[in-house]
């Protein structure tokens, strides 16, 4: 889930004729937009201050490999040495920083990793990079490659005492073509700094996700991040026309092609967009980034059934074709934990088993808003579609949004959630839900009143890219409640060929359920890359494959 | 370059008042569609028929590898058992064909390579495949996948006597989804039999080019064919979900994904993408496919220089954003050479340095054709393009197209022509036509009378995706002028990082040349991956990397 920056002016969209308007949702003064991403974690998660657990703790099973080094003074001295600037290095080996100083580095912003790292090195260049992995390899130092830090799966934080390499200080636009839209920046470069380069230019990033404002384009691609514009912009396996990495031996792979073709043998950096830095560190990247669109249109629909929705869905993309940009779904349970938590006006009068937003972007406002009336008059006049909504301006365009983007947020304040960011195949997606809520129930866990553990069983997502946020909302940790998901989930993704994690990756959270989503045979290939390019297991050990 | 498939019904465009309707073009009988794909052949190609050479006397440096086996009957006879089926085994061993059946196997379409080979298999099956491979890893038998055979760098046709294991038994439509897009479909299947098949449904298969009516899907993505869809549906390393494919020690890799969204590990498939056969074969393709479009509009424009034709291709991107779907420069040496051979009334009455044809494709004709007529409007009166004309109707509309696809057959009529597939920033790229030329004529080559060996240079080619095709038509085969062409166009090509290769591949045609687009030490790492799947060297031998 992400928040959206919407650069469109308002939009005034025509009404078609069965529709009303949006006034019921904007009139909330509560609506207001917020930006909060969907957790994989499959703890309870609270929203009260507490003290971080070490990961060394929450997964006593791990041990510290004692291939790695201890890090001493000497090594300290080679990056300070290297690095010039006391300003790229922050040192808790010599004592020089406080533990709490290596906080921002050592836990992530969901407070669920905690690592031991005493050493955070920030280098300015790809050279800079390239001599310390080389001199980690030499002298087997685990590393963690470190973006904005906004993962989810604990990917980049250290669990041990790994050297943390942090992209932040390499954070320039290396340039861009206003003529093909390529564009090519260091890895440090915040995601949102590069869209809004890009705006001023008339083009737009082709991911767009809530940690926007702190995430950097290196991690997104090394994550091979989601998001909220996938459906229209694809994946970045399509759009990142190159990278830089350097190997863990301090090889810098120069791959930072601007051509959208070139068929001159195999297309290694694609082993890099999703391999989490654990093969190499993506120094540089090089995308192939869209027009933006001028005019944005919204509508929020209410759907009587899955089979409807699905229905809603095939309309969608026959009928706005091209100028389609959004689908997402959302369930009636989700819809109400917001309603609880805001106590605001609800879009619709009535209440529907599942609702939809969709979103158009295009070129023509006017074209855009035609499209969108039509549509929705002949998804209502066929009953698809129960009743709806259409933003008349920029206000309720975002307080639609907001009952969408909301739900993360929302859904943890009974207590807690257990999350599962997950694919399934469209027509197999909401029967997750229906059939995770039936087992809860069955095991007596689910009921109104405090003694039951669960409140809702729900879901929503990406309909669009068939991503499912399964959410059980719960009041309190309970082992039953666990003992009754897991590992009845990941069985039930299994069964019919989905994916455990759709976009947030594997990390530490999920190294040990990829069987789930991965043959045997597919793993041994993927240990053979690990091995064939980092030999000494250096990169981001504990995670990943 | 390819001819494309229309579906759209006539198409009734909006008129800017500037424009003439394209009737001189239409008028002309001798405007018919033809379908011819550029060759990236650097040697001279005749029209007249001869005999083709083995591509042993053609590249006499080759010789056979004496570690592959030699087929004998008692492989035969494995394979005779496996295969079951008499049908599936074009047996030259045991002379049971004629070395002209086997022909078709061991020559391309192009009568530019042909091979010595004896055994053609045909398998049915993945667990075929998977049998045939294993056997020939365990008893070194060379391997060549071939599909439909109608690649342009030789890469699916034997050199020496490598056993080929062609597809086109495996031609069934596994299945499809009419909400996602996404089909499956065996590696067989011919790309036009998927795209019909898609029409049905209103979906469109992102990839066409000129061998759609014999091309396999299978060999499209092995060669990660790049054709005319690519500036509107991106590259198969987006669109590709899934893959089947046979190990050489005949492991099955089952990633059948049909997941837009799936983040457990390295993406594999797409080391497969591209590869051409070197690492495995494929035996089934998984792709989203997106809806098709209801309207289709094409016009033809005559612009005064490279700058304005940059100029044009920004302002068609801004104004028609999501519509556009093809943007295709010409330069007047290409146009006069198809004039020339055709006799036809060129669509626009004076001539012009440069020419462009911009296709757009909606879901509303209306919208459409107001968007075009605009931009057409728009960029006349700022005097980016100095002419144009608009198709009124599908026969014009197939005439204009004609403009564009007929230069690579009317280039050769002078005797032949050398051709080059390449990819260059767009900035830069005409430049190499102008750079070409210009040491053409310092040489002392080119000329009006048979005294010189070049008629003229010319260049044309996808502009949206920054992928030029730069053809010297001659009169005939001259060493001089081999000599002015090579490296010369190489090293230009790698003094802008441009690709040498930009959608055939490298095959045998381009393995010596990697050099000029790649790196050594992305070259040394694919090297790695090649010896990593395929340590005995069985796949498509002396090709490729």
Redesign the interface.
């Known amino acids: 889930m992400a928040c959206r920056s919407r650069l469109a002016p308002a939009v005034r969209a025509a009404m078609p004729k069965l529709l009303r308007p949006a006034t019921t949702a904007s009139s909330s003064a509560s609506l207001a937009v917020r930006c909060i991403s969907s957790t994989p974690s499959r703890r309870i998660r609270n929203t009260s201050v507490r003290k971080v657990k070490f990961t060394t703790d929450s997964y006593p099973e791990l041990s510290r490999d004692p291939k790695f080094s201890e890090i001493t003074s000497e090594h300290v001295a080679y990056f300070k040495e290297l690095l010039g600037k006391d300003s790229a290095i922050i040192d808790g080996v010599n004592k020089e920083v406080s533990a709490e100083d290596m906080e921002p580095y050592n836990g992530d912003w969901m407070r669920k990793y905690r690592g031991h790292c005493k050493l955070v090195l920030k280098p300015g260049s790809t050279e800079e990079v390239s001599k310390i992995l080389k001199y980690c390899n030499d002298n087997m130092l685990a590393v963690v490659p470190q973006g904005g830090n906004t993962g989810l799966v604990g990917g980049s934080v250290p669990v041990f005492d790994e050297i943390v390499v942090n992209t932040s200080r390499m954070n320039q636009i290396r340039s861009f073509?206003?003529?093909?839209?390529v564009l090519v920046v260091d890895a440090g470069v915040v995601l949102e700094v590069a869209d809004q380069f890009l705006a001023e230019k008339?083009y737009i990033f082709p991911l767009d996700l809530g940690a926007k404002g702190s995430c950097h384009v290196g991690g997104n691609v090394a994550?091979?991040a989601?998001g909220l514009r996938?459906l229209r912009y694809?994946?970045l396996?399509?759009?990142v026309l190159g990278i830089e990495a350097v190997l863990p031996n301090g090889?810098?792979?120069?791959?930072l092609?601007?051509?959208?073709?070139?068929?001159?043998?195999?297309?290694?950096k694609?082993?890099f967009?999703?391999?989490e830095g654990s093969i190499g560190m993506i120094t540089a990247v090089s995308i192939h980034c869209p027009?933006r669109?001028?005019a944005v249109n919204v509508a929020f629909l209410g759907v009587e059934s899955y089979d409807k929705l699905?229905q809603a869905?095939?309309e969608a993309?026959?009928?706005?074709?091209?100028?389609l940009s959004a689908f997402e779904m959302m369930d009636n349970g989700s819809q109400a934990l917001v309603h609880k938590v805001r106590d605001n006006k609800r879009p619709l009068d009535g209440e529907y088993p599942f609702y939809c937003l969709i979103e158009t972007?295009?070129?023509?406002s006017d074209?855009d808003s035609?499209?969108l009336a039509q549509f929705l008059e002949d998804v209502m006049e066929k009953e698809t579609v129960a009743d709806g909504v259409l933003a008349q301006d920029e206000t309720q365009l975002k307080a639609l949004w907001s009952q969408r983007e909301g739900i993360p947020e929302c859904v943890g304040h009974g207590g807690g959630v257990y999350k599962y960011d997950v694919?399934?195949?469209?027509?197999d997606l909401y029967r997750l839900v229906d059939d995770t809520r039936q087992r809860i129930e069955d095991a007596g866990l689910k009921g109104e009143t405090d003694e039951f553990p669960v409140i809702d069983v729900v879901g929503y997502g990406?309909m669009g890219?068939?991503?499912l946020h399964l959410n059980v909302a719960v009041r309190r940790y309970d082992k039953q409640v666990e003992e009754a998901l897991e590992p009845f989930v990941y069985e039930w993704i299994a069964g019919v060929?989905?994916?455990?994690?759709?976009?947030?990756?594997?990390g530490l959270a999920?190294k040990n359920y990829?069987s789930y989503?991965?043959?045997a045979?597919?793993?041994s290939?993927?240990k053979?890359?690990k091995n064939?390019y980092d030999p000494k297991g250096i990169m981001n050990p504990y995670k990943?494959?």
Not at 260 to 268: A, E, F, Q, S, V
Not at 317 to 323: D, H, N, T, V, Y
Not at 423 to 427: D, F, M, Q, R, T
């Open positions: 073509d206003d003529v093909s839209g008339g994550t091979n989601g996938l694809g994946s396996h399509g759009s090889t810098i792979l120069n791959d092609s601007t051509l959208r073709k070139n068929n001159t043998g195999y297309d290694l694609q082993l967009i999703g391999g027009q669109s001028k699905l869905f095939r993309k026959i009928q706005l074709g091209e100028i972007s295009g070129s023509n074209h035609e499209k694919s399934i195949p469209l027509k990406h890219d068939a991503n060929d989905g994916s455990i994690s759709a976009e947030h990756g594997l999920k990829i989503s991965q043959s045979t597919k793993i290939l993927m053979q890359i064939l990943y494959i």
